[in-house]
């Protein structure tokens, strides 16, 4: 059985990099960007997701070098898989401002919708895990339903939220959902969109009263913030400082983490560490990270100098 399953698109990304360069056909999405979060802490995670008829060998390999379970990894004939670009701000948030990108993403869109027509029959060994850690925008997509089913069988519910932070088409919907999730961590400008607020203290006050027992908010950078039921006290994570490559997939690696940080300790100081821990490997080099057999070692000497930054607030 697997004790960690993840869904999430993956996605064929062009990225620029922090130095200027410009890298093709990587391999992204939420999909194996938070199973690679949550394989540094933990080797029995399953990646679920849909690709097209296109996925070239080298995409592959690559999604093999992540080292978790990919029966999950349902393939469609006469569908494309999804394809974006990867330009940053100076926030290290995607920007989608000019008109040929904002084209890109109407493409993306309808090419979603493609493969979202394909509901997927999970392996049994996917059908009862420690957490089902969910990487989407819809609330109300196949996947959600089948996850609710197995929280009504134990498992714990997590969700990193993708919200149109543009247009807040799915602000509510979302919203409305959120007390069926266990652990939540959305990114720094869904937290304050939905909040109203930009003060962390502020902001965090709000997620802690949706019915949520662990919230985590990501904000780059600039670290993250945590709370959960259990201590019900609010933490600021630093990042840990290392040579900064490409922020692509970054708090997808943290969301994964901090979801098996989250079943393991129940409490969020712990948990966010991990996650910040994983994004930490992800942020260091160009595309995905892969798995290697020192990153254990390695992730708990973060984990151990981490600990001692984190602040209360």
Known sequence: MIDYVVYGKIIIDNIKLLSGEIINEQLGGGGPQGAFGARVWD???GLVTRIGDNFPTSIQEKLEGIQVNLEGVKQYVGVPTLQSSMFYDENDYVNYTTEERKAMLARF???LSQLLA????LPTSYKNPKVIHLVTEFVDENMMLQALEMKKKGSILSLEPLVDVHQWTNRDPMIEFMPSVECISPDWPTACGFSGETDPLRVMKWWTKKGVKCVTLRDGRRGSYGWDAFHDRIYHIPIIEVPRIDPTGCGNSYAGGTAVGWEKFK??????????VSATFMIQVPGIAFWKEDMKMQANLYLERLMDSIQEL
């Open 43 to 45: 080797d029995s995670v």
């Open 267 to 276: 409490d969020v100081k712990i948990a966010a560490a991990m996650g910040t």
């Open 109 to 111: 869109r309808e090419n």
């Open 118 to 121: 394909n509901d997927i029959e």
